[in-house]
């Protein structure tokens, strides 16, 4: 602050003082211009970045386009394989149906025959269920072996996509019997009857 007053006396004139003044002013000026001019180029450079991203995106949007119809036609084939149905009910009663004929067709007796399906439109936690499911179908049968073998050959060539998750067999006191203990997954998409 002295070195101030001191300046000031030395050099009394108005003239100097706004001299020193506008050179400050002029200073800051060129300041606040340089950071506007540093605040546009990096909101250019960043636009710049944006529009090379969307270039590239576009120059692959056919192959995407291609893409997509390829997934959305194995989508349909894989449809194809899955049962249809409003409720998870219906469906389980309609595999069923499939199930039991394919028994009765190889010649195996049905002593029990369930689903145990999820009831309810919400899954596990209160989350909305997907469209598409399964449902684990439990049976205990009686049949001889080439019946079994002929049941398991007639699901595997089945329309609709079944898969065996386990099963025991144990002989029985008649004769060449067997009493067949089989769970059999049935894949589903709600929404379509098929």
Do not use: C
């Not at 084939?77 to 009910?89: A, I, N, R």
């Not at 449902?135 to 996509?161: D, H, M, P, V, W």
């Amino acid at each position: 602050m002295f070195r101030i007053q001191q300046l000031l006396s030395r050099f009394k004139s108005r003239h100097v003082l706004i001299a020193i003044a506008l050179v400050l002013l002029g200073m800051n000026l060129a300041r606040m211009a340089a950071g506007h001019y540093a605040e546009k180029r990096e909101y250019l450079e960043n636009r710049l970045a944006q529009q090379e991203k969307f270039l590239l995106s576009t120059r692959n949007l056919d192959a995407m386009r291609k893409n997509v119809a390829a997934l959305e036609e194995r989508k349909q084939k894989v449809e194809e394989y899955l049962f249809g149905g409003g409720t998870e009910e219906e469906i389980a009663s309609a595999m069923q149906i499939v199930i039991q004929e394919k028994l009765v067709n190889a010649g195996l007796q049905t002593e029990s025959l369930r689903p145990i399906t999820q009831t309810g439109a919400k899954g596990k936690g209160g989350e909305e269920k997907s469209e598409y499911g399964e449902i684990l179908i439990k049976a205990r049968l009686a049949g001889t072996l080439s019946a079994f073998n002929e049941f398991i050959a007639e699901l595997y060539k089945s329309k609709q996509l079944f898969k065996i998750d386990s099963f025991s067999l144990k002989a029985h006191k008649q004769g060449e019997t067997l009493k067949i203990f089989i769970e059999i997954k049935g894949f589903y998409k709600t929404g379509e009857v098929s």
